[in-house]
């Protein structure tokens, strides 16, 4: 995974739901749920946070140290990328 | 629909007898019958072409099959979902994999209390979140456990157990809906277990069984999430019959 800025897959439709996520695929036929520190994580895979502002903004919000807080971003991003969630070419 | 036959037509009255109404327009219009040649079924409809089969119950299921499509296509504006529903005072949506013990249970159910709106096809209007009825016959694939014999008017096919009279009343109009049960049968269960599930999770599980997502805003998911957000909904791992019944019937109990 890369350090830069991760972006979701412009193709991909979200709708969030009392703080979780459904996320629908259609090119693969897939349908996901996300928690919400997956959501949290997925908003932020704008294209323009780095992997570190997004820790940093999660460690804030769910009162968790950075160390913990970029290990759960990392763990995460690596999950969507293996989903083909995130658009490759920004990463 | 035509039938000019009777074994034809009994058949079809076995299985879509609750929908015969005497309906001054007509939007779908069905010529079924044998042939006398090699006894195989059609099922034809003008500006199309036939279906065959060689058995009664293969004939069901392919007609089962086209009147799904059709209807998704006469009321585009419903949000199908390929699930059974109950009523106890609103609509129970019980949704599962084929073979996953819907109609089983379905049937079970009926002996505890609950109405009977649809076995197979739930329509929902998303505007009022209601569930339209889609009375066909309760349509087993095997025989339930002893405790929910079938009655002896059941028309047996090559597939399928049509039950012609459920015990509980069958609902006729649009039902509001109450609550989504997502069930899984697992065999190796000791005893049935019921969690709640979040509005996301249940709207992932309703997308996957959504029959004409693609017509509906946002490809579908809006409609999913409207569904879920708006009612409880609970995973049900479902076991011993007797005792899944009773926990979902406690589990849909209003609360104090």
């Known amino acids: 995974m890369s350090e830069n800025h991760p972006k979701r897959r412009f193709d991909i439709s979200a709708r969030v739901v ?23 994580i997925w908003n932020r895979c704008d294209g323009h946070c780095t992997v570190g502002e ?38 | ?47 199309q072409k036939a279906l065959t089969a060689r058995d009664d119950g293969t004939f069901l299921a392919l007609f089962d099959k086209d009147i799904a499509i059709e209807l998704q296509k006469l009321r585009r504006d419903l949000y199908f979902v390929h699930a059974a529903v109950l009523t106890r005072g609103e609509a129970v949506m019980l949704v599962a994999k084929p073979g996953g013990g819907k109609s089983t249970l379905t049937w079970a159910l009926l002996h505890h209390g609950f109405g009977f709106l649809s076995d197979e096809l ?4 998303l505007d009022t979140l209601e569930v339209h009825p889609y009375p066909r016959t309760l349509a087993l694939k095997r025989e339930p456990p002893g405790s929910y014999p079938l009655p002896r008017r059941t028309v047996v096919t090559s597939r399928t157990l049509h039950v012609r009279s459920v015990p509980g009343s069958v609902v006729k109009g649009p039902t509001p ?46 409609g999913a999430v409207r569904i879920t957000a708006a009612h409880p909904c609970y ?7 007797s005792a899944t019944c009773a926990l979902l019937a406690r589990t849909l109990e209003p609360s104090e």
């Open chain 2, 177 to 222: 809906l109450g609550a989504l049960v997502f069930l899984n049968y697992d065999p190796d269960a000791t005893g049935p277990k019921i969690r709640p599930l979040t509005a996301a999770e249940a709207g992932a599980r309703l997308y996957a069984n959504a029959l004409n997502p693609l017509a509906h805003a946002g490809n579908g998911l809006d």
């Open chain 2, 235 to 241: 995973e049900l791992v479902s076991a011993d019959l």
């Open chain 1, 18 to 40: 009392a703080d979780e996520t459904v996320v629908l695929d259609l090119g693969a036929a897939q349908i996901h749920q996300l928690n919400a520190t997956a959501s949290f």
């Open chain 2, 122 to 125: 739930a329509p929902v209007d």
């Open chain 1, 54 to 91: 997004i820790a940093e903004k999660l460690a804030e919000s769910f009162d968790v140290d950075y160390e913990t807080a970029r290990q759960a971003v990392r763990t995460t991003l690596h999950r969507f990328d293996e989903l083909g969630l995130l658009d490759s070419a920004r990463q």
């Open chain 2, 1 to 47: 629909m035509r039938c000019a036959e009777p074994a034809t037509y009994t058949l079809v009255a076995a299985a879509y007898g609750e929908m015969q109404d005497d309906a001054s327009t007509i939007d779908l219009d069905y010529t079924v019958g044998q042939n006398g040649a090699d006894a195989a079924f059609y099922i034809a409809r003008p500006g």
